[in-house]
């Protein structure tokens, strides 16, 4: 038997969940709730994916011509989880909805984190999430930070994190966002929030983090500075990040930025130029003893879609172990597989 998932919020993240969901062996993607008949329903129709859509919307659609399965309600009877995949505020009064429907649901990092029982990322803490109703996936920067965290983890102990994020300003789409020009402090003050993010999950991690907002859309650039409990070599570091799922090497000799990174995932037919791992410049890793730095990408629209797929698993309990259900998101997603 499939689980059977809907996603509500069919926009940047929503989409490529569902894309994500319909190529999992053991999921259903029963349908998704788009809100308006706008250019982001266009791939939702072309895509054949049943539609639904808020009561109050209904005629909006008909009055367009899209065939619409029902509202809301009707794709909570039919599903066994709900992904929610709304703008950040809008997940947590949605919650009751679910609650009455006594559905298993899924949020996302612009909720609070008291939306869920759990803040989740497969790698460092998928046992947490095992049977439990609600689980929130942490956002793009903190899923990118607990990643590199956990692997070095792997070498040695970690005393302490120390972190430089440029923040990408606005996704592709997003007309209204900036900044169009400038560095903005975001915020002045640190530490910014994805220090205190990453602490949703690894409680007693002493991290901080500075972010600015970059005239980018295309992907975060994180810096960090890792002290740890004891002396590593480089050798060890690249090891290990060789071998932890969802985090790329790559090196500065092929390219520099990720103007170009972007641009080799669409020649290489990433759809829409998607990456979903941590891309980390080998050449940027700089041990000295007890030290450790480097440098990666995250691409924003893509990173946390894997993750999306392991809570499921977690929460309907498909797989016991992360490994188990990390090995099939990534190969259903052709992770680390492209390049
Ligand atoms: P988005 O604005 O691109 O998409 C949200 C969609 O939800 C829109 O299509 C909107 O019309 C729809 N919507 C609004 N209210 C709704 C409702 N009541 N019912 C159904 N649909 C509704 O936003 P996004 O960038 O996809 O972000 C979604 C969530 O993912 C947020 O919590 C965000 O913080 C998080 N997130 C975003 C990114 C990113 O870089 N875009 C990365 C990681 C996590």
Same mark, same amino acid.
């Given at each position: ?13 929503? +989409? ?28 939702? !129709? ?11 919307? $209904? ?7 899209? +065939? ?27 919650? +009751?909805?679910?609650? =009455? ?39 793009? =920067? ?5 990643? $590199? ?21 606005? /996704? ?24 205190? /993010?990453?602490? *949703?999950?690894?409680? /007693?991690?002493? @991290? ?18 890792? *002290? ?24 500065? /000799? ?30 940027? !890793? ?16 893509? @990173?946390?879609?894997?993750? =999306? ?19 099939? *998101? ?6 680390? +597989?492209?390049?």
């Amino acid at each position: 038997m499939k689980v059977k998932v809907g996603v509500i919020g069919y926009g940047t993240i929503g +989409k490529r969940i569902a894309w994500a969901i319909a190529l999992q062996p053991d999921m259903e993607l029963v349908g998704v709730v788009v809100r308006t008949p706008d250019w982001e329903a266009i791939s939702a !129709i072309k895509k054949s994916l049943r539609i639904y859509t808020l009561k109050e919307k $209904i005629g909006a659609f008909e009055k367009r011509g899209v +065939k619409v399965h029902g509202d809301v309600e009707e794709l909570l009877k039919t599903v066994d989880v709900v992904i929610d995949a709304t703008p950040g505020g809008v997940g947590v009064t949605n919650k +009751k909805l679910y609650m =009455n429907f006594g559905r298993k649901a899924i949020f996302q990092g612009g909720e609070k984190a008291d939306v869920a029982e759990v803040s989740f990322n497969a790698l460092v803490n998928y046992n947490e999430a095992l049977g439990k109703n609600y689980v929130r996936v942490v956002s793009c =920067n903190t899923t990118g930070l607990l990643r $590199i965290i956990h692997a070095i983890s792997q070498v040695s102990k970690i005393k302490r994190v120390r972190g430089f994020i440029a923040r990408r300003g606005a /996704d592709l789409k997003e007309i209204n966002r900036g900044p169009i020009e400038g560095f903005v402090l975001d915020p002045p003050r640190p530490p910014s929030h994805h220090a205190l /993010d990453v602490k *949703t999950v690894i409680k /007693d991690l002493d @991290i901080v983090t500075y972010a600015i907002a970059a005239p980018t859309t295309l992907a975060h650039i994180h810096m960090l500075h890792f *002290t740890l409990e004891k002396s590593v070599t480089s050798n060890q570091v690249l090891e290990v990040l060789a071998n932890t799922p969802r985090i790329l090497l790559v090196s500065g /000799d092929m390219l520099t930025s990720t103007a170009e990174l972007r641009e080799l995932a669409r020649d290489l037919g990433r759809p829409q130029g998607d990456i979903y791992e941590n891309v980390v410049w080998s050449d940027s !890793i700089w041990v000295n003893g007890e030290e450790v730095m480097l440098t990666y990408a995250v691409h924003q629209e893509a @990173i946390v879609i894997p993750e =999306n797929i392991d809570a499921v698993r977690a929460v309907t309990r498909l797989k016991e172990r992360a490994e188990e259900s990390i090995k099939i *998101t990534d190969e259903t997603l052709g992770i680390k +597989k492209w390049l």
